[in-house]
């Protein structure tokens, strides 16, 4: 069987803690922050983490060699 490809987008756009907690950027912040509230800034500006166990299992094998953190 072949070796699996990193997926080297997942790694630009998620953060691996020392911990093995992934934490990623809300999405909607880099542009139109004009009509934007003040709230819905703040609350765009603040890392979310992972819990699902599904997701982080997914997350693992499609980073290959670097989700062994995980």
């Given at each position: 069987?072949?070796?699996?490809?990193?997926?080297?987008?997942?790694?630009?756009?998620?953060?691996i803690?020392?911990?093995?907690?992934?934490?990623?950027?809300?999405v909607?912040?880099?542009?139109?922050?004009?009509?934007?509230?003040?709230?819905?800034?703040?609350?765009?500006?603040?890392?979310?983490?992972?819990?699902?166990?599904?997701?982080?299992?997914?997350?693992?094998?499609?980073?290959?060699?670097?989700?062994?953190?995980?």
């Amino acid at each position: 069987m072949p070796k699996l490809k990193t997926r080297k987008t997942l790694l630009k756009r998620i953060k691996i803690s020392k911990n093995g907690k992934i934490t990623k950027r809300k999405v909607g912040l880099k542009h139109l922050k004009v009509n934007k509230d003040v709230g819905q800034k703040q609350r765009s500006n603040a890392a979310s983490a992972f819990t699902n166990k599904k997701i982080i299992d997914r997350f693992k094998k499609m980073l290959g060699k670097y989700g062994k953190k995980l």
